[in-house]
């Protein structure tokens, strides 16, 4: 009889509740595998910088705070990284597969890389769609903790760290597409 009861009450009790939405950390976790297994997930998300760069084209100066409100993947890299040419390609397939509203993939070239260089490394690669920003005195990756490159950093729509990966990786994997799009379908759940 007492089981019973238990058993009543719990499901007295969970039948109202409505589930709560996991944090980032717990939906990305499982999803890891191939070259995802690299992404650090952090168990709390991290505060980010909000230094300055310079977006593309002189078109003047941005933060991290000017993409609230979606997911960012921020890779910092630069000209002279044999792994960041690797990586590019991957990138620009996430941003044309899955950027929007609410996911966006955010280059940024960090210490000495010329407008020039920045163009003819994108136009070299074949990468037209994502941009073409710098950090040319570091101050971002500075205070970001970028050592060594490519990095790549996740942002939550908060504008948290909520995971990073070092060194290059498949951004173009079904494993990186799926960490992105449940991401994204959770937070339009919640």
């Known amino acids: ?33 191939g070259d995802m297994k690299k992404l650090a997930v952090h168990d709390t998300p991290q ?10 084209d002189d078109a003047g100066r941005a933060s991290l705070e000017d993409y609230r409100g979606k ?29 929007g509203d609410d996911f966006e993939v955010l280059t940024i070239a960090t210490g000495r890389n010329s407008p020039t260089g920045i163009s003819k490394f994108f136009k070299e690669i074949g990468v037209t769609n994502l941009p073409r920003h ?24 908060e504008g948290r760290e909520i995971a990073r990966l070092r060194g290059d990786a498949d951004w173009a994997s079904d494993t990186a597409k799926t960490i992105i799009k449940t991401l994204v379908e959770a937070r339009k759940a919640g």
């Open 1 to 33: 009889m007492k089981k019973l009861l238990l058993a009543l009450v719990y499901t007295a009790l969970t039948a109202g509740a409505t589930p709560a939405l996991a944090n980032d950390g717990d939906l990305i976790l499982p999803l890891l595998s």
């Open 47 to 56: 505060a980010t910088s909000n230094a300055e760069f310079e977006l593309a």
């Open 71 to 99: 997911y960012v993947l921020v890779n910092f890299w630069a000209t002279w990284c044999a792994p960041c040419r690797k990586e590019m390609p991957h990138l620009s397939e996430l941003q044309s597969e899955l950027g």
């Open 134 to 157: 710098q950090d040319p005195k570091q101050r971002l990756a500075s205070q970001m903790a970028i050592f060594g490159l490519p990095i790549t950093v996740l942002i939550d729509p």
